[in-house]
């Protein structure tokens, strides 16, 4: 059929999104979109006018939120001087870029490798760890998500792995310091106990790294408690483990802290990031290491690397988006709100008998939805979701929320530019739609 530049309607374009395009995580058949026509701030609109408050940021990553000018015009003076230069050319934006994030992350964390993305962060991240110790298995939590490519997917312990297997072999599952329907951690000294018990049965010597969310994603928002984070550091020191940092996520002010490894001093042997690089402007992620990772491939060969890796225009986004995030003090914002959010969530817990728990640090949250206060069954089975969750959906999309679910929870993830009037009207909103939970709980 021709092509056109005409103004298609909703249902158009929805119709060719069906009918010649394929969505991730998803059955084709299944798959109920919201058509976006335009963004600016926290919201976006569909091609009927119709407003949404974006409250998860789309993927937790545009942190800047939408349409900002300044990045827009970087990405277009960059696109115009250099588009594209292959990764073995030294370029400007590049240096500066890797100059920028050697000013915001922690320690030695000096020297970046960009990639496409997240999973390609965490893939690379992998590798590195492997070839700098000479060991081949990797520690890694259940309850995580680091991205779908072959590596990545294989440390990841949420169910997502399951197709993928039998995976990449090598990986060793741990328990996080949180257990499923659990609002409260486990004693930091007895989990770090077992973990010390995990390390000696498989062998020290035989494991290269221990990859974490810093602050565990979309599988709960679950927020290290004191002295964790700080005592798997001391564990990886003492058997020779690099630590690995997923901070695709958390990373570039989402806790109010520009990574969230801040907030407990500890310094990772390697560091990924992506989302909030580039605020999602284009795609870009990075594994930053510190200077004895770096060093360690001063005169021998990384076998790695992308087509893309350093795109001129990507890394122009990212120096932007970036600089956005100093200059209108956006991770600052997101720590003064976070104890807005967290009142908020309180008031949720006190009003709704569904609201079984909520977690949050900055303006990083989720809310978890039960049937009962005794059992704590959940709203929605393991892996799964249920009519009550579905109801729960449709009317914060009628009343003009967007935010993601994962089983038995929502989100409530910003954009970091939001100000306190907007993010009390958007719980206005979740106030109103928790009613097709409440109906629910006995």
């Known amino acids: 059929m021709a092509i056109t530049t005409d103004r298609l309607t909703a249902d158009e374009i929805l119709r060719l999104n069906r009918e010649y395009t394929f969505f991730s995580w998803s059955a084709q058949a299944k798959i109920n979109p919201i058509v976006i026509d335009r963004a600016k701030g926290i919201y976006f609109w569909d091609p009927d006018g119709k407003r949404y ?8 990553s545009v942190n800047i939120g939408h349409g900002d000018r300044r990045v827009a015009d970087a990405i277009a003076e960059q696109a115009h001087r250099l588009a594209f230069a292959a990764p073995q050319f030294a370029t400007e934006v590049r240096g500066r870029l890797g100059q920028l ?32 110790t000479g060991r081949q298995k990797v520690m890694a939590r259940y309850r995580s998500y680091h991205g779908a490519t072959a590596g990545s997917i294989s440390v990841t312990g949420d169910p997502r792995r399951w197709a993928s297997e039998p995976a990449v072999p090598g990986v060793i599952r741990v328990m996080d310091p949180y257990r499923y ?20 049965y498989e062998g020290p010597s035989t494991i290269a790294a221990f990859i974490l969310e810093t602050v565990t994603g979309t599988n709960g928002i679950l927020v290290p408690p004191d002295g964790y984070l700080q005592g798997v550091r001391e564990l990886c020191d003492r058997y020779g483990i690099l630590l690995i940092a997923d901070e695709v996520m958390a990373g570039f002010g989402r806790t109010g802290r520009w990574f969230a490894v801040d907030h407990w001093d500890v310094v990772p042997d390697l560091l990924t990031m992506a989302k909030g690089l580039t605020s999602s402007y284009l795609p870009l992620g990075a594994v930053a290491m510190t200077d004895r990772i770096a060093e360690h491939f001063a005169e021998r060969t990384y076998f790695g690397g992308l087509t893309y890796s350093a ?19 956006l991770v600052g914002n997101a720590a003064r709100l976070g104890p807005v959010m967290a009142e908020l969530h309180a008031g949720l817990r006190e009003r709704h008998p569904s609201v079984g728990a909520t977690r949050s640090i900055g303006l990083f949250g989720i809310v978890e939805l039960i049937r ?19 109801a729960l959906d449709a009317r914060l999309r009628a009343d003009g929320l967007y935010t993601m679910q994962h089983w038995d929870s929502f989100f409530t993830n910003p954009p970091l530019c939001i100000t306190d009037e907007q993010l009390r009207e958007a719980f206005e909103i979740i106030d109103g739609a928790l009613e097709a939970t409440d109906a629910a709980v006995v």
């Open 53 to 60: 408050i974006d409250f998860n940021s789309q993927l937790m």
């Open 101 to 132: 994030l050697s000013e915001l992350t922690p320690g030695d964390l000096d020297t970046f490798f960009f990639t496409l993305g997240g999973a390609e962060a965490n893939e690379n991240a992998l590798r590195m760890a492997r070839i700098v």
């Open 181 to 200: 329907g659990n609002p409260e951690p486990d004693p930091v000294d007895e989990h770090l106990a077992y973990l010390d018990e995990v390390i000696n």
């Open 311 to 329: 795109h001129p225009v990507s890394c122009a986004a990212a120096i932007a988006a970036v600089n956005v995030l100093r200059d209108d003090d």
């Open 372 to 390: 009962n206060r005794q059992t704590r069954e959940p709203m929605a089975p393991f892996n799964g979701s249920s009519p009550e969750m579905t």
